[in-house]
């Protein structure tokens, strides 16, 4: 009897634990349940990715403290790290703090939301230390400070991406230099909250204008949908850069803006430039010394200087530029069409070089070669060049306003292996005639109008530049 009474209450003990056992987990499940319900809700104020698929990161509920969101989420928002988006208030820390989050996770996406204008100064999104594959969504304004204060003596960068791996930066989003401050050294017209800075301008700019955007040392770079506009000098810069990807990206200055380059590529490998507009005051694309496998097509380019391989050879420096594809492009109301120019006294080698397809529409000079560029009143003459060699024309057409093609070759290293074909360009005012000078090559077919002036085959006593076999290495 007394065994039987001790299993009843064994029985008894055990079903109560169970019961209160399931009674806690019952709690905490539905704790959790609430959490997630709370969670949930304060999604409906995060801003939209406009349409990127997040695959792994769709999830990004999380609103809390930006110091929580590195190991909660991908994504980054300069609003959440305090950025007001006022077009006034100074959002530059707001956007370091957001870009030192987000460079520690590979994948990361910095979101800079739509609907909002951020005044932000001179800053780096820089690595090396940050993780691959970082994504720059920008989908609002950016503009720049147009007080001279915010840039000191002289800055040479607006913003800065430097030494990264797989960087793109995406989105329908504007950045905006508010360059006429620099441009002719007096306040900007711009004058509204929602459009620009409300800061005055405060005493003369520096005398160096920087780049709007620029990408140093980096690879797997991509820029795609977005617009600079008013750019204080150059718009897009990429130097020292390999496997670079630009498409439907808008560069939009007066043509009266000085030294407003549309893209500007130095020392950078593997670069396809397609589907975008440039509109500037300097060359839509200046593709400078150390460029290779450039592939520049579906282009629209004007006002502007054209489409320039140079300066090169300034300060009797080297300059090496191989593999340049220029196709499918059209030009309006530019000074030149697709020219190379080089300074006296420089080294190195231009070769290899195609232009095809293009279209041109009252352009000044469709056809240039100049290898005695010369930014000042005057310049020294000097016996070296850099050597200027296989540049092939393919089906240029359109119209003209000054002259339709200018060859001006060095006297000790002329140009060769020039080749033309299907060129057929038509005056629309009394306009000079080809011009050659020590240009050699060939007239694949006949061109309208002839240009008779260019020498058949090599030069005699052809020879190479000392320094341009170093450019093969």
């Not at 806690?24 to 609430?34: G, L, M, P, V, Y």
């Not at 995406?170 to 508010?178: L, P, V």
């Not at 929602?194 to 405060?202: G, I, N, T, V, Y």
């Not at 093609?405 to 033309?420: E, K, Q, R, V």
């Amino acid at each position: 009897m007394a065994a039987a009474c001790n299993n009843l209450t064994s029985l008894a003990l055990t079903i109560l634990t169970a019961f209160l056992l399931g009674s806690s987990s019952f709690e905490t499940c539905s704790a959790r349940d609430q959490n997630k319900h709370s969670i949930q809700s304060s999604t409906a104020h995060e801003p939209s990715l406009q349409g990127r698929k997040l695959s792994k990161f769709t999830s990004y509920a999380y609103s809390g403290a930006p110091e929580e969101m590195a190991t909660s989420s991908a994504i980054f928002n300069v609003l959440s790290y305090g950025a007001k988006g006022d077009g006034r208030t100074d959002d530059t820390k707001a956007f370091e703090a957001a870009w030192a989050a987000a460079c520690k996770v590979e994948g990361a996406t910095m979101v800079v939301p739509s609907g909002s204008v951020f005044l932000v100064g001179p800053i780096s999104f820089s690595g090396p230390t940050c993780q691959p594959n970082i994504l720059f969504q920008l989908d609002g304004k950016i503009i720049a400070p147009t007080n001279s204060g915010a840039w000191g003596s002289g800055i040479l960068q607006w913003l800065d991406f430097s030494k990264l791996k797989g960087i793109t930066l995406t989105g329908k989003g504007i950045i905006d230099g508010q360059g006429s401050v620099w441009w002719h050294d007096a306040p900007s017209s711009y004058g509204t909250a929602d459009d620009s800075a409300s800061s005055e301008l405060k005493g003369n700019m520096p005398g160096t204008k920087p780049t709007a955007l620029r990408f140093y040392g980096s690879s797997g770079v991509t820029v795609i949908g977005i617009t600079i506009q008013n750019s204080q000098q150059t718009h897009l810069k990429f130097d020292d850069c390999t496997a670079v990807q630009v498409s439907d990206f808008t560069a939009s200055s007066p043509g009266d803006s000085p030294n407003t380059d549309g893209i500007h590529l130095q020392n950078s490998q593997d670069v396809t430039i397609h589907s975008s507009n440039l509109a500037c005051g300097d060359d839509c694309v200046s593709i400078q010394t150390g460029c290779s496998n450039i592939d520049v097509h579906n282009v629209n380019c004007g006002p502007g200087h054209g489409i320039s391989i140079g300066s090169l050879g300034k300060d009797n420096t080297k300059a090496c530029v191989s593999n340049i594809t220029v196709r499918d492009v059209t030009m309006h109301d530019t000074m030149t069409g697709v020219r190379i120019k080089t300074w006296q006294g420089g080294s190195g080698l231009v070769q290899q070089v195609m232009f095809s397809n293009i279209q041109v529409n009252d352009v000044k000079t469709p056809i240039v070669i100049d290898q005695y560029y010369c930014e000042k009143s005057s310049c020294h003459n000097e016996s070296s060049a850099v050597q200027v060699s296989h540049i092939a024309y393919l089906n240029i057409r359109g119209t003209y306003t000054e002259q339709p093609a200018h060859f001006a070759c060095s006297d000790n290293l002329p140009c060769t292996g020039i080749s033309l074909s299907t060129v057929a360009l038509k005056p629309v005012q009394s306009a000079r005639q080809p011009f050659c000078w020590e240009a050699y090559g060939e007239l694949k077919t006949a061109t309208d109008p002839p240009i008779n002036c260019l020498r058949r085959g090599m030069p005699p006593n052809a020879k190479s530049h000392p320094y341009s076999d170093s450019c093969q290495n």
